[in-house]
DNA sequence: AGCACGCCGACT
DNA sequence: GTCGGCGTGCTC
C-alpha cells in the first residue's frame, strides 16, 4: 500500500534523511520546507521536511506535529543547502541550522516575536492644551505609523500624555510586530551616482547586460585599490533592482561597517527599495526580524557576512561578493563551508549574475579567469587621483641597528606628524612581545593546552595564549634556572605603541587589534576618531588593512613582513602579497600622494615587489608555477583531515591506520601523512593532520565516501574533522 | 547531539 | 548491597 512520506533532516549530527509516515490529517498542510516534530530514538526532535514522496510506510514512525504555516525553506535553498550538505561532507541537520537564524532551526532557544504599541494619528483638531501633546502630535503625523520604541527616543516619560491623547481620540493604538532594526531610524540623506570612468562603464554594462539575460553569469571585478568598486556594485544592483529582482551583497563581516551600509540605504531607500542587513553584531532578535523580513518577501536588498549566502531571497538576480578573497568567508569550524564558493552555486542554481570583486583576487578566482569560467572586467586606475602610492622597501639587514623601526621609517612620521598627515603603521601580532625568554638559560614559556608560546601582554601583566583561553601571570623568576633575567623578546603591537608614544611624544597614537577592539563598537569608535582625523599614527594587526577608507592617511608602514612570508602555508606569499597590496592601497587615495615603507630581510621576494608596485597580473604568473609544480590550489584540490583527542597515543594510532587505509585505496589522490599539525596541541588535545591531494575533485569526492566508511571504526575518544578546500590548515 | 544500556569503584 | 562514573551504540 501507498501512502504519503516525508524525508526529513533531523536536528542531529547525521548525514541521511529520516523518513517518516504523514497522518492522515497532515496531508493536506505537509510540504517541503516546514518544520516538524517527529519520535527520533527515545526523544522527540524537530526536522524539516525535504522531500514528500508516496511509498511504503513499513516500519516508520509518524509526524507528530507540523509547526510551520508557511514553509521556512524555498525549494531552491533546500537545493543549495543539500548540495553543501553532500560537497562539504557535514550533517544536513546542522547545516540548515547555520542557514537559519538563531532559534529556528534548533529545539531549545526559540526567539520570540515581539510586539509593541503602535500610535496612529486619528485627528490633530483642535489642538491639545499640553505643550507636550502638541509635541507628540506632530512627530506622530510624521508616519503612517508610530511605534512606541521611536518615540522613546524623542520623550523620556511619554506615557500619561500619550494615554490622554488616545482617551481623548487623537490617537488610536494597537499592538504591531516589532522590527527589531538597529539601522531603522537613522537618517538617511539621498545619494545620487556618482560619474564613472570608461572602465567602470564597461563594466556595468557588462554585469547589466548579463542581468537582462537572467542566466548564470559569473564575473570576477579585478580593480585596483581606489578603483571605485562599489559604485560599480551600487549601478549594478540599481539595474538588478530595475528589472524586479533582489540583490545579494556578502562583505566581509569587518567591512561591514555603518558606512557602507548607509551609502546603500541612501542610494536605494528614497527609491523605495527596502534593505535588510544580517551580521553578527546584530543581536538574535534583530537577525532573526531581519531574516523574517527576507522571507516574507519584503526586502530588495541583502547585505550581509558569510551566513548571508543563505539568505531566503525567493528571486536573487544578482550576487556580489565584495573583497572575495578574503579567507573569513570560509568558516573554519563546524559545517567548513565557503561562501564565496557556495555564492557561485547559488548564483549557478538560481540563473544570476554573480561579481566577486577585489583588488587582490584569491589566486584560485583569478585562474578560473584565466580558464574563462569567470569573466574577467579589469579596472586598473584609481578614481580620484590615477597615482598609486610610491612603494619602498627598507632591507633590514643594511639597517644598523636592530630597532623595531628603521630609520627612513622614523624621519617618514616625523615629516607626516609636521604636515599634520596621518600615518599607519602594520604589524601582524598582537601583544607586548611573542614570547618571553630566559636570557640565562634560553627558557621559553608554553601554553600547557596548545603547543604554541605564550604571548606577553604588558598592560594585563599576563601571558595569553592566542588559540585558547589560557592566561597566567609572567613569572619573575625562571623556573628553570632560578634566574632573574626574564626579557620580552620581538615586538607586538602594544609594544610598538609604547616605543612610538616614546618616539614621538606629542602625537595622539590609537591601537587598533583584537586586545582593543573586543567590546561592541570598539571597532567602529576607532574608526570613527580616524576619520576625524583625532588620530595622528594607527598602529594595528591586519584589521586595520581592511575594509577602511581613510582619506587623511599619507604614510603607511609595514613591519614584521618577514613573518608572513615565513608562515608554514603553501598561500604564505599569496597571503602576504595580499595585505601588503591592500595596506599599501590605504596610502594617499584622496590625494594621490600616498608613500609606503615596508620593512623586511627579503627586499627581493616577489610578493614584496609585486605588491610595491600593485602588479598583480606579475604576482600571479610569478606565483602560479609552483602551484601546478607540487599540485596545490589552484591546479589541485585539497581535502584536509584533522584527528584529535585527548590520549596523544590513541590519536596517533587512529591517525597512522586511517592514513594506512586511505592510502592502499588511493587512486589519483596523494594521501599525505599523518602528521602532527603546527599546532600539534590545540585547548588540551593532541591533533594530527592527512592531507588529500588530487588534480581532480571526482577522485577526491569517491575516496570521501570510502573515509564515510571508514570513519565509523574510530574510537570515540577520538573526532574526525574533515575540512574541504581547506583555507587554513593549522 | 541526546539518551539509553552496561559494566566497574566508593558510599549510606 | 546501590549510586553514578562515562564508554559505545542507535536514532526512520
Redesign the pocket.
Known amino acids: 500500500m501507498s501512502e504519503l512520506i516525508a524525508?526529513i533532516a533531523v536536528?542531529?549530527?547525521?548525514k541521511?534523511?529520516?523518513?517518516?509516515?504523514v497522518p492522515a490529517e497532515m496531508v493536506e498542510k505537509v510540504a517541503v520546507g516546514k518544520r516538524v516534530k517527529?519520535?527520533?530514538?527515545?526523544?522527540t526532535s524537530t526536522g524539516f521536511i525535504l522531500l514528500t514522496r508516496q511509498g511504503s510506510s513499513k516500519?516508520?514512525?509518524?509526524i507528530s506535529t507540523l509547526l510551520d504555516e508557511e514553509p521556512l525553506l524555498t525549494p531552491e535553498l533546500i537545493t543549495l543547502l543539500r548540495w553543501a550538505a553532500d560537497y562539504y561532507c557535514h550533517p544536513i541537520g546542522q547545516v540548515i541550522r547555520n542557514a537559519l537564524p538563531a532559534g529556528l532551526g534548533s529545539?531549545?532557544t526559540q526567539t520570540r516575536i515581539l510586539y509593541e504599541p503602535v500610535y496612529r494619528l486619528l485627528k490633530r483638531e483642535p489642538l491639545p492644551r499640553g505643550q507636550k501633546q502638541q509635541e507628540l502630535l506632530k512627530l506622530i503625523a510624521e508616519e503612517e505609523k508610530t511605534p512606541l520604541s521611536r518615540i522613546r527616543q524623542e520623550f523620556s516619560t511619554p506615557h500619561s500624555s500619550l494615554n490622554r491623547l488616545v482617551e481623548q481620540g487623537y490617537l488610536e493604538v494597537c499592538e504591531q510586530e516589532i522590527q527589531r532594526d538597529p539601522f531603522l531610524y537613522e537618517k538617511i540623506t539621498e545619494d545620487k551616482c556618482l560619474t564613472l570612468n570608461n572602465d567602470q562603464k564597461n563594466a556595468v554594462k557588462s554585469v547589466s547586460d548579463s542581468l537582462e539575460k537572467n542566466s548564470f553569469s559569473p564575473y570576477l571585478l579585478h580593480g585596483v585599490t581606489g578603483s571605485g568598486k562599489t559604485e560599480v556594485y551600487l549601478q549594478s544592483v540599481e539595474k538588478c533592482l530595475n528589472l524586479k529582482r533582489q540583490a545579494l551583497i556578502l562583505v566581509p563581516e569587518i567591512a561591514l561597517t555603518p558606512q557602507l551600509v548607509a551609502r546603500f540605504r541612501a542610494r536605494f531607500e528614497p527609491k523605495g527599495s527596502k534593505l535588510a542587513v544580517l551580521h553578527s553584531g546584530l543581536s538574535d532578535g534583530e537577525r532573526y526580524d531581519a531574516w523574517r523580513r527576507i522571507n516574507r518577501n519584503e526586502v530588495d536588498i541583502v547585505i550581509g557576512a558569510r551566513s548571508a549566502i543563505f539568505a531566503p531571497l525567493s528571486r536573487p538576480g544578482l550576487i556580489i561578493v565584495d573583497e572575495e578573497h578574503e579567507t573569513s568567508y570560509k568558516q573554519s569550524e563546524g559545517f567548513r563551508y565557503n561562501a564565496r564558493d557556495l555564492a557561485l552555486v547559488r548564483a549557478q542554481q538560481q540563473g544570476c549574475t554573480i561579481v566577486l570583486g577585489s583588488a587582490t583576487p584569491s589566486l584560485a578566482s583569478y585562474y578560473r579567469s584565466e580558464q574563462g569560467s569567470l569573466q574577467r572586467l579589469e579596472l586598473p586606475q584609481r578614481v580620484h587621483t590615477g597615482n598609486l602610492p610610491q612603494v619602498e622597501l627598507i632591507n633590514l639587514a643594511e639597517e644598523e641597528s636592530s630597532q623595531t623601526l628603521a630609520n627612513p621609517l622614523i624621519e617618514a612620521l616625523q615629516n607626516t606628524l609636521e604636515k599634520r598627515e596621518q600615518a599607519m603603521l602594520l604589524l601582524n601580532r598582537r601583544g607586548f612581545a611573542p614570547f618571553l625568554l630566559c636570557t640565562d638559560c634560553g627558557t621559553s614559556f608554553h601554553c600547557p593546552n596548545c603547543e604554541i608560546t605564550l604571548t606577553f601582554h604588558q598592560r594585563e601583566r599576563l601571558l595569553r595564549c592566542h588559540y585558547c583561553d589560557y592566561a597566567e601571570p609572567p613569572k619573575e623568576v625562571c623556573p628553570n634556572c632560578n634566574g632573574g633575567n626574564i626579557e620580552p623578546e620581538g615586538a607586538g603591537t602594544e609594544r610598538l605603541e609604547q616605543e612610538i608614544t616614546e618616539l614621538f611624544p606629542g602625537a595622539r597614537i590609537a591601537r587598533m587589534d583584537r586586545d582593543t577592539t573586543s567590546r561592541k563598537g570598539a571597532h567602529q569608535r576607532i574608526v570613527d576618531k580616524m576619520m576625524r582625523r583625532e588620530i595622528d599614527i594607527l598602529i594595528g594587526t591586519q584589521m586595520i588593512a581592511k575594509g577602511h577608507d581613510f582619506p587623511g592617511v599619507t604614510l603607511v608602514g609595514v613591519l614584521g613582513t618577514d613573518n608572513l612570508l615565513n608562515f608554514p602555508d603553501f598561500r604564505a606569499a599569496e597571503r602576504s602579497f595580499t595585505l601588503l597590496t591592500q595596506v599599501a592601497g590605504r596610502a594617499g587615495r584622496a590625494t594621490g600622494k600616498g608613500k609606503v615603507f615596508i620593512q623586511t630581510y627579503n627586499p627581493e621576494h616577489y610578493s614584496l615587489t609585486c605588491a610595491a608596485e600593485q602588479n598583480y597580473a606579475d604576482f600571479y604568473q610569478l606565483e602560479l608555477p609552483f602551484r601546478q609544480e607540487l599540485g596545490y590550489p589552484p591546479c589541485g584540490h585539497l581535502v584536509h583531515l584533522v584527528l584529535a583527542g585527548n590520549q596523544p597515543q590513541q590519536v596517533k594510532q587512529q591517525a597512522e591506520q586511517l592514513a594506512e587505509q586511505l592510502f592502499s585505496i588511493a587512486t589519483n589522490v596523494e594521501v599525505l601523512g599523518p602528521s602532527p599539525c603546527p599546532l600539534a596541541k590545540l585547548r588540551g588535545k593532541t591533533r594530527y593532520q592527512i592531507l588529500l591531494k588530487s588534480a581532480a575533485r571526482s577522485s577526491l569526492r569517491s575516496m570521501l565516501a570510502d573515509l564515510e566508511a571508514l570513519s565509523k571504526n574510530i574510537?570515540?575518544?577520538v573526532g574526525l574533522s574533515i575540512d574541504i578546500d581547506p583555507v587554513d590548515m593549522l
Request: hydrophobic share 30%; net charge positive; glycine share 16%.
Open positions: 524525508d536536528n542531529a549530527p547525521l541521511q534523511l529520516f523518513s517518516y509516515l517527529v519520535p527520533f530514538g527515545r526523544r516500519g516508520l514512525k509518524k529545539d531549545k574510537p570515540g575518544g
